[in-house]
């Protein structure tokens, strides 16, 4: 302790009084805390003379301090701290003051008060104008070095270590702050030594404006080493080093860009350099002082904003890439590096691709891989005739990134023909394929089927940014739903067209065979055989088409009981039709086979057209509507030529407006199934129907081509010695020659001239009298001999009525009559269901749906009676004009 100094504290409270200052009194215990019970009051209030001599006169040892603020005059003390003024920390200022146009008022700062605190720092006062003092800040720190950490900071670093030790170089006392001044020693400071002064007086306090002031804190702040974290709205996501050594643009910014052509382009400018870091101002900032600094972090060059007035965040740094996109990107990093990267910056993105697998070589997409290839026909052979066969060695590949630009893509590669099996119709695109059973099936694509079939037959992906590497992937993407969707609802595909399914050869509409299994494009037909394929001679002779009549009515037919000839005739000519059906357009006659009981052979004929070409199956349904419903399923999506309703109920009348709608029609319409769109389809099978003692009625008698057999024994399941044995064991082993021999006895007509025989009947003249042309050439005898004979035997309702206009015509001759007179004629006249006659008015209905209509050589002829306002009617004979006479 240093009594002595008493009298010169209470001189120096005079002086500090004397300058307007507030003074306190200190305790002599190191703390440096006021020595008072409560100074809060001087915060607000100058302690007075009185005080100071009640403080200092007695033998008290005490230090002496000044509050800072609006209470001493609005002054603010600067404090550089000893381990700053060694670090060279006030040289530095004082450099950056001279060349930012603050060096005199700096000069006064530092030669107005200046004291040399007992650490060797120093304390600088300025009275503040225009402005409140701020409180106490810390304006420049940096992390302590571990040799100066005490015992204290080492204990703290053990048990947390990541904490960051810190000292404090510059910092200010302000408003509510206070700090020791000299003369204070002694035991005042922990290190026993006194504050000294070293320039001016307490009376010689600079005044200095508070702009000024503001910078003069802000070149302070800018020697400070503390790091500071970049913050996401002003720095990229850290990110980890692209492989291969590439390079992001940002990166490639930061290292290449110079601050010049970032912030100098915008109007700041750099006033001076020291060491690696360039001092700047602000656009707009007149006058004197520094905005900001670049280069003065040790771990990069970032951009640190001090000023409030710019463009940029203050007390946040920049990188370059950071402030680039700042400035021109709103912060926006990805579009900051999509705009470098244009720039030239970075290293080029690598794009990783797909592995592209190829398919199967040979691989024929028109499905003759499903052919035995010893089975094909020679290529020489019936040369330029049949289709051409794509071998698609690798899937097409398609970036669907962009959706207009995926399906644009995929339309390019449909009318490339890279698709295989995929085909078009009214409806839209469809597929072929085979069931577990080998047989063809369409399958209309809907959303799901589409997506599915191009997964399998197209490889797309789409382009996607590569987080790794910086660039881009391809990475495998299916069409998406919407997108299959849009494709659908097209009008039209670039596709070729699917007319049909073909199991067999068959005769093209110039003459032509089409015999090469898959799709042909002269007729949209896709042929899938049913069996292997024979191979066919190139010309065709005599004798080959006598052996392949040998081998279908010799051998095959050899042992069916038909009725006669004309039987025999007309289920060859059904027989042959699958093969000439894309020859002759238009419709065919519903086939019905029917015997007088069961084991006829009635169903192993149907099987015949099985074995040889395929044949779907439905059931006979109970009335039209059920009738319709399998019609259409069939039709949608089945490929066999034939479609056949086996075993009818026994002596089953065939009566439906739906059938004859579906024989007479080149087309099929209805609506879907579980769907409310409609689809027309190509009507282009043989239906076919099976059962013991059929019979027909209405329009159908006129539709139907009649195949009957007659075993004309007791047991006919009993019969044995036939020509070929078991004939489905035969047919399994044979089938191939005796489909080779149907296509051989056409292909002999074909060689013939083609000749037809006119035969009228009806929608099917044309198809009858083909058919008639080949039985001919063949000399098949029967062909439609017994047509009006088994149209009326088997047509129930034909038969009803001309016995009944026989019995009218005898009896009542031409006369017209009513009704009521015709049921007179109770024998004959037609009967209801349950066995009644009908009533006077249902009779009328029935002889008016059959006026003009021909029973045998007799029809109803409407006469309205004008006396009595009622229609009568008469019956009238059929008159041969060449002769005058009546048929009969």
């Known amino acids: ?107 006064s700062i530092l030669n107005g008060w200046a004291t040399e605190s007992p650490s060797g720092g120093m304390h600088y006062r300025v009275r503040v104008e225009g402005a409140d003092v701020p409180g106490n800040t810390k304006l420049a720190s940096r992390l302590a070095r571990e040799d100066e950490y005490t015992d204290e900071e080492r204990q703290r670093l053990r048990e947390k270590p990541g904490t960051r030790i810190i000292r404090v170089q510059i910092e200010t006392r302000g408003e509510g702050g206070y700090g020791l001044v000299e003369p204070s020693g002694g035991t005042v400071h922990a290190t026993g030594r006194p504050y000294v002064r070293k320039a001016g007086s307490p009376a010689g306090v600079p005044t200095v404006g508070a702009e000024t002031m503001q910078a003069i804190r802000d070149i302070c702040r800018m020697v400070d080493t503390l790091p500071k974290p970049e913050t996401p709205k002003t720095a990229p996501r850290e990110l980890a080093p692209l492989p291969g050594g590439g390079v992001r643009p940002g990166e490639d910014f930061d290292e290449r860009a110079d601050w010049d052509q970032i912030i100098g382009s915008q109007g700041w400018v750099c006033l001076f ?35 409030t007035g710019s463009e940029f965040q203050s007390e946040t740094p920049y990188s370059k890439f950071a402030a680039y996109a700042h400035l021109h990107h709103r912060g926006d990093f990805k579009a900051a590096a999509a705009d470098l990267r244009s720039q030239g910056y ?33 290529e020489q052979e019936d040369a330029g005739a049949g289709p051409d066969l794509r071998i698609v060695t690798s899937k097409p590949e398609l970036d669907i990134t962009n959706e207009a630009d995926a399906i644009d893509g995929l339309l390019d590669i449909m009318a490339a023909n890279q698709l295989p099996d995929l085909y078009k119709r ?44 910086q660039g881009t992937k391809e990475v495998r993407e299916l069409f998406m739903p919407k997108t299959c969707g849009t494709i659908l609802g097209r009008r039209d595909w670039p596709l070729q067209p699917l007319r049909g399914i073909v199991t067999a050869p068959v005769v093209r509409p110039d ?24 191979r066919l001679q190139p010309q065709v002779s005599r004798e080959s088409v006598e052996r392949a009549k040998d081998i279908v009515l010799n051998q095959m037919l050899a042992d069916f009981p038909f009725v006669d000839d004309s039987d025999r005739a007309q289920y060859l000519g059904a027989l042959l039709s699958p093969i000439i059906r894309p020859y002759v357009p238009g419709p065919t006659p519903l086939v019905v086979i029917t015997g007088t009981s069961q084991a006829s052979g009635k169903t192993l004929l149907k099987d015949v057209f099985g074995r040889l070409y395929g044949l779907a199956e439905t059931p006979w349904a109970e009335n039209d509507a059920e009738l319709r419903k399998a019609i259409t399923a069939k039709l949608w999506d089945c490929g066999d030529p034939i479609i056949a309703m086996d075993n009818l109920p026994n002596g089953h009348i065939i009566k439906s407006p739906i059938l004859s709608s ?31 003692n059929l019979r027909t009625g209405g329009d159908n008698g006129r539709r139907t081509l009649w195949v009957r057999l007659d075993p004309d024994c007791p047991n006919p399941d009993q019969r044995d010695n036939f020509t070929v044995g078991d004939l489905r064991i035969w047919l399994a082993d044979n089938a191939s020659t005796i489909v080779a021999a149907l296509v051989t006895m056409v292909r002999g007509w074909l060689a013939g001239g083609a000749k037809t025989v006119n035969t009228r009947m009806g929608d099917y003249s044309s198809w009858a009298s083909v058919i008639a042309g080949i039985l001919d050439y063949l000399k098949v005898p029967g062909w439609l001999a017994n047509r009006g004979e088994a149209s009326t035997a088997l047509d129930d309702e034909a038969q009803e009525w001309a016995a009944f206009l026989t019995e009218w015509h005898q009896k009542i001759g031409t006369e017209p009559v009513t009704t009521k007179t015709l049921l007179g004629l109770k024998d004959t006249v037609p009967q209801l269901h349950n066995g009644d006659l009908p009533s006077g008015k249902q009779l009328g209905h029935w002889l008016k ?40």
């Open 1 to 107: 302790m240093n009594d002595v100094q008493t009298p010169d504290l209470r001189a120096s409270a005079r002086e500090l009084d004397d300058a307007g200052l507030c003074v306190l009194p200190i305790r002599a215990d190191g703390s440096k805390a006021p020595d008072v019970r409560s100074w809060t009051g001087y915060k607000v209030q100058r302690s007075t003379p009185a005080e100071h001599d009640q403080w200092f006169g007695g033998g008290r040892p005490r230090g002496i301090a000044v509050v800072y603020g609006a209470v001493s005059g609005n002054i603010e003390m600067i404090e550089f701290e000893g381990h700053a003024i060694r670090d060279g920390i006030l040289d530095e200022v004082t450099e950056i003051m001279d060349a930012s146009g603050l060096g005199e008022e700096w000069a």
């Open 273 to 307: 350099q020291r060491g690696r870091t360039r001092y700047w101002r602000r656009p707009g900032k007149e006058g004197r002082g520094i905005s900001a600094t670049t280069g003065h972090a040790p771990d990069k060059d970032r951009l640190y904003v001090f000023s």
């Open 346 to 378: 970075g290293s080029e993105p690598p794009r990783q691709r797909l592995r592209s697998i190829p398919r199967q070589a040979g691989h024929f997409t028109d499905g003759s891989s499903a052919i035995d290839p010893d089975t094909v026909p020679d």
């Open 426 to 469: 009214s409806s839209g695109p469809c597929w072929v394929y085979e069931d577990d059973q080998g047989n063809p099936l369409v399958k209309q694509l809907g959303t799901d089927n589409l997506r599915a079939y191009l997964g399998d037959h197209v490889t797309t992906y789409q382009v996607v940014s590569d987080p790794i590497t």
């Open 511 to 534: 003459g032509s065979l089409v015999q090469a299994p898959g799709y042909d494009r002269a007729t949209g037909l896709y042929m899938h055989p049913r069996v292997p394929l024979r």
């Open 662 to 692: 579906l024989v007479t029609g080149a087309t099929w319409s209805d609506r879907l199934l579980g769907s409310t769109s409609s689809v027309t389809m190509p009507n282009d099978r043989l239906w076919v129907l099976t059962g013991n």
């Open 849 to 888: 749906a059959r006026q003009g209509r021909y029973f045998e050589d007799l029809k109803v002829v409407l006469v309205y009676d004008s006396h009595l306002k009622q229609n009568t009617w008469r019956v009238e004979q059929h008159v041969d004009k060449g002769t005058g006479r009546a048929e009969r």
